[in-house]
């Protein structure tokens, strides 16, 4: 795995176009440091904390606003309709949208992005990210990689599929709370094609069918302070964000970017 973090000290040694030397595969994994300011960081704690009151969901430990797409059953559309366009009116009434279009214009020129704005044209989500909540003591995210996820919800993926390269979506991370913790999110240096199968929280299977611990799969241990933004090969790497301990829940912001076939574009979404 090819990770890249990028400080102030070696900015001038990062490529003209990040996501295109995640895109070339010189890199799986990109850090950049300080990408949002400290103002900025705060103005997304304020709209977040102005749409939590709002019922939202609650899983075991994991609050999301909207709740994922690609995990949702048929029975939950109208909630998730809700859920999104209290989401969406918020980040409007911001400049959210537009400092993203902007600060991710200047770490990849070559692309253009388009913010999902859920007329349904690319994409069936409502979307182009999402704010998450996971609970003191309770809340982490098992081992996943966004392949995993393409037989939850079909009709999304099929219909998306016929638009963008769904193997390869990129996802984006903010961290905005961050509770006491030497991990932010563990990335293993291991692919979707080369382990495929999850047997619970704490196993994977080889194509051998030899049962693998997690804990036994070599990984980087990304830490992101306040503004870092932290950009990787999502779909096929496999990866979690551990339990942690402190007096504050874990929140955090991000989506997933995935090209258009045959262009230039970045299609963002969650
Ligand atoms: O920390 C988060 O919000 C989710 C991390 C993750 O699994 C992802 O960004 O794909
Ligand atoms: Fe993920």
């Given at each position: 795995?090819?990770?890249l973090?990028?400080?102030?000290?070696?900015?001038?040694?990062?490529?003209?176009?990040?996501?295109?030397?995640?895109h070339?595969?010189?890199?799986?994994?990109?850090?950049?440091?300080?990408?949002?300011?400290?103002?900025?960081?705060?103005?997304?704690?304020?709209?977040?904390?102005?749409?939590?009151?709002?019922?939202?969901?609650?899983?075991?430990?994991?609050?999301a606003i909207?709740?994922?797409?690609?995990?949702?059953?048929?029975?939950?559309?109208?909630?998730?309709?809700?859920?999104?366009?209290?989401?969406?009116?918020t980040?409007?009434?911001?400049?959210?949208?537009?400092?993203?279009?902007?600060?991710?214009?200047?770490?990849?020129?070559?692309?253009?992005?388009?913010?999902?704005?859920?007329?349904?044209?690319?994409?069936?989500?409502?979307?182009?990210?999402?704010?998450?909540?996971?609970?003191?003591?309770?809340?982490?995210?098992?081992?996943?990689?966004?392949?995993?996820?393409?037989?939850?919800?079909?009709?999304?993926?099929?219909?998306?599929?016929?638009?963008a390269?769904?193997?390869?979506?990129?996802?984006?991370?903010?961290?905005?709370?961050?509770?006491?913790?030497?991990c932010d999110?563990?990335?293993?240096?291991l692919?979707?094609?080369?382990?495929?199968?999850?047997?619970d929280?704490?196993?994977?299977?080889?194509?051998e069918?030899?049962?693998?611990?997690?804990?036994?799969?070599p990984?980087?241990?990304?830490?992101?302070?306040?503004?870092?933004?932290?950009?990787?090969?999502e779909?096929?790497?496999?990866?979690?964000?551990?339990?942690?301990?402190?007096?504050?829940?874990?929140?955090?912001?991000?989506?997933?970017?995935?090209?258009?076939?045959?262009?230039?574009?970045?299609?963002?979404?969650?």
């Amino acid at each position: 795995m090819n990770l890249l973090d990028i400080d102030i000290q070696n900015v001038h040694d990062a490529p003209d176009s990040l996501l295109e030397s995640i895109h070339n595969g010189s890199y799986d994994v990109v850090i950049k440091r300080n990408f949002f300011s400290k103002e900025e960081c705060r103005q997304l704690v304020n709209l977040y904390n102005n749409i939590r009151s709002d019922a939202f969901t609650v899983y075991d430990g994991y609050k999301a606003i909207p709740r994922p797409f690609d995990k949702i059953g048929a029975t939950d559309h109208s909630i998730y309709e809700h859920e999104a366009s209290i989401y969406t009116g918020t980040l409007n009434a911001s400049l959210i949208n537009e400092i993203f279009l902007k600060k991710m214009k200047s770490i990849s020129p070559d692309y253009e992005f388009i913010l999902n704005d859920g007329s349904g044209k690319i994409s069936k989500s409502k979307t182009w990210s999402s704010f998450r909540e996971l609970e003191l003591n309770k809340g982490y995210f098992e081992i996943h990689c966004g392949r995993l996820f393409q037989d939850w919800n079909k009709e999304f993926f099929n219909f998306f599929s016929g638009k963008a390269d769904i193997d390869n979506q990129l996802a984006f991370l903010i961290v905005l709370q961050r509770p006491e913790t030497d991990c932010d999110l563990e990335i293993f240096d291991l692919k979707w094609d080369d382990v495929n199968v999850k047997i619970d929280k704490d196993n994977l299977k080889t194509k051998e069918g030899k049962l693998l611990p997690v804990v036994s799969i070599p990984s980087e241990k990304i830490i992101l302070n306040e503004g870092d933004v932290l950009i990787f090969d999502e779909g096929n790497y496999w990866h979690l964000v551990p339990p942690f301990t402190g007096d504050m829940p874990r929140i955090s912001f991000g989506g997933f970017m995935t090209r258009l076939y045959n262009s230039k574009q970045v299609f963002v979404w969650f």
